[in-house]
Nanobody, 119 residues
Framework: VQLQASGGGLVQAGGSLRLSCAAS??????MGWFRQAPGKEREFVAA????????NYADSVKGRFTISRDNAENTVYLQMNNLKPEDTAVYYC???????????????WGQGTQVTVSS
């Protein structure tokens, strides 16, 4: 299983970035985004169920971030708007085979992509 995350970069506060996570030729029960800032624990950002309409966001990103999927491309996106310096982190995508959608336990993890928001 390969999860290829991309789209990170350096942006000024208030700017936008879109992260992508391409899954290797298969679909999963759910996919999510997590982030880890220097010196902090990894935290949940957003998740989407591959079939159906379930979506979940961390309170800190609600109204600014949007998770979506492209079934044909087996890709999940994270559109990040109105970015803040506190959004600076390495962002990871993850996939789960089954289980509780709202659980933060995932089976597979991609490599991270750095997002840096300057003030």
């Amino acid at each position: 299983v390969q999860l290829q995350a991309s789209g990170g970069g350096l942006v000024q506060a208030g700017g936008s970035l879109r992260l992508s996570c391409a899954a290797s030729g298969r679909t999963f029960y759910g996919m999510g985004w997590f982030r880890q800032a220097p010196g902090k624990e990894r935290e949940f950002v957003a998740a989407i169920k591959w079939s159906g309409g379930l979506i979940n966001y961390a309170d800190s990103v609600k109204g600014r971030f949007t998770i979506s999927r492209d079934n044909a491309e087996n890709t999940v996106y994270l559109q990040m708007n109105n970015l803040k310096p506190e959004d600076t982190a390495v962002y990871y995508c993850a996939a789960k085979e089954r289980g509780n959608f709202y659980s933060h336990d995932y089976d597979y993890w991609g490599q991270g992509t750095q997002v840096t928001v300057s003030s």
